[in-house]
């Protein structure tokens, strides 16, 4: 699990892609410090597994899955990601519960500039909206972030002068892609409602084992 605060910009080293796979090789420095194989690095919001490593920089696996349904896709040498290592027990958690797990990816419609914040448009699918609600969460490429408007096509974030400081969001150009994933707690009881609902329906269908029981056969 991560928090949603990034913890460190990385740049992409080299990217070796195979038939529907890729292998992503990612400089960094803060993130080596206790680092290890097999330890999760949330990546632009992606949890992947770190396979190598060394004083510079480390690599990971991105299966075809990851590769459809996120932005890794696009990545080249040079583009420059946001790291977070998974939280420790005992930490503060300063952001959210963030899985990183994408829900999906959302495109940049417009960054507009508010005093001291920047107001970023960020335009999603329905699937994903439904989950996303004003004043709720998001993390947007690993960053949790604060929804400060939301209709039926687009939701809007504010960022801070130290947000953009410390992420590449706004960095990005309109067009670009971003990923995505909405609080977890929301999907969870869309979950536990709809299993309730369909035991419900289950309970009181009519069949031969219905009949039976209430004495019709």
């Not at 503060?92 to 994408?102: A, E, F, K, N």
């Not at 604060?146 to 150009?173: E, G, Q, R």
Request: with cysteine; glycine share 8%.
């Amino acid at each position: 699990m991560f928090t949603g605060l990034v913890e460190e910009i990385g740049v992409v080293q080299s990217v070796i892609k195979g038939s529907k796979s890729a292998k992503i090789v990612i400089k960094a420095k803060k993130i080596l410090e206790d680092i290890k194989i097999g330890d999760s690095i949330c990546t632009n919001g992606v949890c992947l597994t770190v396979t190598d490593f060394n004083d510079n920089s480390f690599s990971v696996d991105v299966m075809a899955e990851t590769m459809r349904k996120s932005n890794l896709k696009k990545l080249v040498p040079g583009n420059k990601v946001n790291l977070e290592r998974s939280l420790k027990l005992g930490d503060r958690l300063g952001g959210h519960i963030v899985s990183g797990h994408i829900d999906g990816t959302g495109t940049i419609l417009s960054f507009d500039k508010e005093d001291n914040a920047v107001w970023v448009t960020i335009k999603t699918t329905p699937e994903i909206l439904k989950y996303i609600i004003y004043k709720g969460s998001i993390t947007v490429d690993g960053i949790s972030l604060t929804v400060a408007y939301i209709d039926n096509s687009i939701f809007k974030v504010s960022i801070i002068p130290h947000t953009k400081v410390v992420t590449t969001l706004l960095h990005k150009s309109i067009g670009d892609e971003v990923n995505l994933e909405c609080d977890i707690v929301g999907k969870y009881i869309e979950k536990l409602l709809n299993h309730n609902n369909v035991a419900d329906n289950k309970s009181n269908s009519i069949n031969m084992e219905f009949l039976s029981k209430h004495g019709f056969l």
